[in-house]
């Protein structure tokens, strides 16, 4: 019998869960801050969904199997498609932009390591129905406002914009045809990656001639939007392809993240559908894999679901993000399970703990108490255990005064309530909590 997780689960004890918890509960306060409505899909797809956006190779990377109907299904790896197809069923019937969000569990069977599992959740917002640049600039702020909602700034965090339309009027320019731009983008994406003769190989190997080599790698050293721009100024339509990177960069200025972003054509993101802006968003160091990734992917929806709508969007993982916080020591505290735990001296005294632990239930307050007979040290033991942060002890001569007393467990203070009064009171102490 298989007594552990399968590689690459995970399994979410209590404080596991509740960090997960705070992450979505920051992704979806930042998203809806933007006006994005939140959606899902079905976790299980039709097969065809993904071969028809990626080709038949990503199969290997895929939990699939054929169910008892006898079809071809995956368990989804990604979210767009099934975006796609719910965007195209109502698509006459949506208030354009579209401004959606998820997070969806994703499931892809690859090589483990630091940052990448086999499962993960992950942020997707996307943004249909917009071509112009505020668009691309509003899904970037979304990205970036999330990092800030967990306390990480500009030191800690660092998004590298690129634009496919610009990197493709430099390579063209610099005598690249159409049959070697793939490879050319390759090259350009790998650069960090692979050292510079092997790269070369590639693209002599593509026919490249050494001139347009060399341009290659200079087009791929160039750094902030005055650079691109000066490159593309000497270029067949590099006025053109310079506009809507400008638009982007103009906009995040006025936004004041100017600090969060770096011009850096090396980010091409390895998906082909890609139509212009791209982006990554890394931890200064780049210690880590990417945090998040996305672009502009105006015929996607168009090949997958014929509707013809501009798009831009990103997905954010829990498994990266969880390891900057915990590299940044910005990971919450455990939380308290319960506001309030209840301790009765006496046997006698059940009755009275019953009725005033229900009572603070109605009012919303999360309450314990002991379930046997047993002494208050040992009650109140139980109450540190569960971080409680106040204990209420009911006894006899409490009883007779018609008082409880009530027990501050973090200022280790103590005060006799009046018992028609302690909901009121506990309630105005944990006001904030």
């Known amino acids: 019998m298989q007594t552990k997780a399968l590689p690459g689960f995970r399994e979410f004890y209590p404080p596991d869960l509740a960090l997960r918890s705070y992450i979505f509960r920051t992704w979806r306060a930042v998203a809806t801050r933007y006006g994005f409505e939140e959606y899902d899909g079905p976790p299980l797809e039709p097969l065809e969904l993904y071969t028809a956006k990626s080709g038949d190779e990503i199969v290997g990377q895929l939990y699939n199997f054929i169910d008892k109907g ?26 354009k932009p579209i401004r959606w969000f998820s997070i969806p569990q994703l499931f892809r069977y690859e090589r483990q390591q630091r940052g990448r599992l086999r499962e993960h959740f992950q942020l997707n917002c996307d943004l249909i129905g917009e071509p112009g640049p505020l668009g691309d600039a509003e899904v970037i702020a979304l990205a970036v406002d999330v990092m800030r909602a967990f306390r990480l700034g500009p030191k800690d965090v660092r998004v590298r914009v690129s634009d496919r339309r610009v990197l ?19 090259a350009v994406d790998k650069i960090e990656r692979i050292d510079r003769p092997a790269l070369a190989a590639q693209l002599e190997a593509a026919r490249l001639a050494s001139t347009a080599i060399d341009r290659v790698f200079e087009i791929a050293a160039l750094r902030g939007l005055a650079q691109v721009e000066q490159a593309l100024a000497g270029v067949p339509g590099g006025e053109a392809a310079a506009a809507p990177l400008r638009g982007l960069v103009q906009a995040l200025e006025a936004m004041g993240l100017t600090d969060f972003i770096e011009v850096d054509l090396t980010i091409v993101r390895g998906l082909a559908y890609y139509t212009g802006t791209v982006f990554e968003l890394f931890d200064a160091g780049r210690s880590l894999r990417a945090i998040c990734g996305g672009g502009r992917y105006d015929s996607l929806l168009q090949a997958l679901a014929g509707v013809d709508l501009p798009a831009q969007g990103f997905g954010m993982g829990d498994v990266v993000l969880t390891e900057l916080l915990r590299d940044r020591g910005l990971l919450p505290e455990t939380p308290s399970s319960i506001d309030a735990f209840l301790a009765g001296v006496t046997e006698d005294d059940l009755p ?15 309450v314990e108490y002991a379930l046997n007979v047993q002494a208050v040290g040992r009650q109140l033991k139980l109450a540190d255990a569960r971080n409680a942060r106040l204990a209420v002890v009911i006894g006899p001569d409490d009883r007779a005064r018609g008082e409880v007393m009530v027990k ?3 200022s280790k203070s103590q005060r006799a309530v009046p018992r028609q009064d302690v909901v009121v009171d506990l309630l105005a102490s944990l006001d904030g909590r």
């Open 408 to 410: 501050d467990l973090t």
């Open 352 to 366: 009275h703990v019953l009725a005033l632990a229900h009572d603070l239930r109605d009012a919303g307050l999360r």
């Open 70 to 95: 006898g079809r071809e299904v995956a368990l989804r790896p990604e979210m767009t498609p099934t975006l796609a197809r719910m965007v195209a069923a109502r698509a006459n019937g949506l208030k």
């Open 168 to 186: 493709r009027t430099l390579l063209v320019g610099a005598g690249v045809t159409e049959a070697q731009l793939d490879t050319a983008y390759g």
